[in-house]
């Protein structure tokens, strides 16, 4: 029985088991970031665009909503950009590391 995950964005060869569990290892944190910034944003932008939660959402409150989300997510983008450019500085720029966006937003 195989319970690997495969991951359909590697663009390694399978046959290299090191390659592949990096590439695991890395879907594995993607996901875990992943759910950070949704309960940040929830967190963050809910309770501040949506002060009583009722059967739908206003427009204000969409908007409101809407408006944080980006902030926040361009914010994040940013901090994630930062983030990996200076391990790999520190690390002296070790391969397999790629910038630009997290999750692609």
């Known amino acids: 029985m ?5 991951n359909p964005f590697s663009t390694s060869s399978s046959s290299d088991p090191k390659t592949a569990v990096m590439n695991q290892v890395r879907q594995e944190a993607a996901v875990t ?3 950070q910034l949704i309960e940040k944003l929830n967190e963050h932008c809910f309770e501040k665009c949506v002060p009583v ?4 959402l206003s427009r204000k409150e ?7 989300m980006e902030k926040y997510m361009a914010a994040w983008n940013t901090v994630s950009r930062q983030y990996v450019a200076r391990i790999q500085k520190e690390s ?3 391969q397999g590391m790629g910038g630009g966006d997290s999750f692609g937003v």
């Open 33 to 35: 970031n992943a759910r």
């Open 53 to 56: 939660p009722g059967l739908s």
């Open 92 to 94: 002296g720029g070790a």
């Open 2 to 6: 195989d319970t690997s995950i495969s």
């Open 62 to 68: 969409e908007t409101c909503f809407t408006m944080c």
